[in-house]
């Protein structure tokens, strides 16, 4: 192939355009990816099941329909990793539990069909925590092995920053997707929440799970936003609204965004390094064209934390109440415990908080229309020297409560040398806006992370 880059150094935009104009073919960068799953799965454990024969296969048949009649769609021979709560038709998917460690589907999720549809080749299933809950996953992480990969969505931050795939889905209940985007790394974009359907996920809260993206580029998220948008009525959660054209909207050369910066709640709660990390990306930013103003929200954003706790773990302990009612032992102490809690809590404590997001979202009205973006820090620190753990996710708890669409840049390297990051917002249903503004930062930044050896 005529390319200075390895196969596995492609973003997924570049190994599609490298495919449709014949310079790379879809069999050989799935080998490549699996050569370097065996040259680094074994010390970071990122997959559950890596289908070796049917990446194989649908490789061969993406090279041969790309011949016959061109690329099917806008991945054409991408290979995609899958968190392990997605369905997928004859192929494992253990939600990272011992009560499911036998289940295969008969049906691909929605999502996983539409990455079909659009050419994607799935290349295996990427782990995640139990039941994409907060009991650690055996990943790790590929900066350094002594530290989080962050959670639920470990395995695919992991095997995206690892190289082992240039696209991997994760799933966003508080802060599943965002976060361990920017403990590896990467790029993770959590869209509005029924933008993508939720159909066959193993669900954690029907009100709050989102389909997240992880990538390596803001051109990559909309590329793959592009392949599995839509509305889907098998969803409860899902919307009926019109599809932007993301991967175009990613493109556009618009003027400096205005970008609002969030320092409420975020700055009190943040340490020290990751406070002047965000106002530096703010000068730069400001520096590069930005109107970069400071953004105050309704004081409901503080209780956000609290607020979309007393959901999730509601709608979770309705879901698993009979597993756990018969079988206790099988659930890991984080989860077992939040399900106990909730199965005793007061319903109101439930009502209280979805009235109170009612608010919230009214009141978030002026700064969406005041700034394109609210910029906010990523997290609280690079992600903990502690493996038992995944990390804090009350950052990324008030996008995901409020049901907008988000999206985390890499902005460089602690002093302990672990990736930082920032997360962008904009409007319910304003995905455009987003990744417009998102690849304007991006470029204007020009940070791209790359683990040196990710073992």
């Excluded at 309704?298 to 009612?325: C, K, M, Q």
């Excluded at 753990?389 to 890499?410: E, H, R, S």
Aim: aromatic residues 6%.
């Amino acid at each position: 192939m005529a390319t200075a880059q390895q196969p596995h150094e492609l973003t997924a935009a570049q190994a599609a355009t490298a495919i449709r104009e014949g310079r790379l073919s879809p069999v050989e960068l799935v080998e490549a990816l699996l050569a370097r799953i065996d040259a680094y799965e074994p010390a970071l454990k990122a997959w559950v099941t890596v289908d070796r024969d049917g990446a194989r296969a649908a490789a061969e048949a993406s090279a041969a329909e790309l011949e016959r009649s061109g690329p099917r769609g806008p991945m054409h021979g991408v290979p995609v990793g899958l968190k392990d709560i997605f369905y997928t038709g004859g192929l494992l998917t253990t939600a990272g539990s011992p009560l499911m460690a036998d289940f295969v589907p008969e049906h691909d999720a929605h999502s996983v069909a539409k990455f079909r549809e659009a050419g994607a080749i799935v290349l295996g299933k990427t782990v995640t925590t139990e039941f994409a809950d907060g009991d650690p996953s055996v990943t790790y992480n590929p900066w350094d092995r002594e530290h989080t990969p962050g959670g639920s969505s470990s395995g695919s931050g992991a095997a995206v920053a690892a190289g082992m795939v240039p696209v991997a889905t994760g799933s966003q209940t508080v802060g599943s997707t965002l976060r361990p985007s920017i403990y590896n790394g990467i790029v993770g974009l959590k869209p509005t929440l029924g933008r993508i359907s939720t159909h066959g996920l193993v669900p954690v809260s029907f009100s709050t799970d989102t389909v997240g993206i992880m990538v390596r580029s803001v051109e990559d998220a909309a590329l793959a936003l592009d392949a599995v948008a839509g509305y889907d009525p098998k969803d409860p959660m899902g919307a009926c609204q019109m599809v932007g054209a993301y991967h175009a909207a990613s493109q556009r050369r618009n003027g400096p965004p205005r970008i609002g910066v969030v320092r409420q709640f975020f700055y009190e709660r943040a340490d020290e390094e990751i406070r002047k990390q965000t106002d530096d990306v703010a000068r730069k930013l400001a520096a590069a064209g930005a109107t970069v103003e400071e953004a105050t929200l309704p004081e409901l954003f503080n209780r956000s934390p609290e607020d979309i706790g007393a959901v999730v773990w509601t709608e979770a302990a309705v879901f698993h109440r009979e597993w756990y009612e018969r079988n206790p032992e099988d659930y890991g102490p984080n989860i077992r415990s939040r399900i106990a809690d909730a199965l005793a809590r007061s319903p109101l404590d439930y009502i209280v908080a979805q009235d109170a997001r009612r608010e919230l979202r009214a009141g978030m009205a002026d700064a969406y229309e005041a700034f394109d973006v609210l910029l906010s820090p990523g997290t609280p620190g690079p992600a903990p020297r502690d493996r038992s753990t995944t990390g804090p996710t009350y950052f990324q708890a008030p996008w995901t409560w409020l049901g907008c669409p988000a999206i985390n840049l890499p902005t460089g390297l602690a002093e302990n040398g672990m990736p930082l990051g920032i997360q962008l917002a904009a409007g319910p249903f304003q995905e455009e806006r987003l990744l417009t503004a998102a690849a304007w930062c991006e470029r204007a930044l020009s940070v791209r992370l790359t683990p040196i050896d990710p073992r």
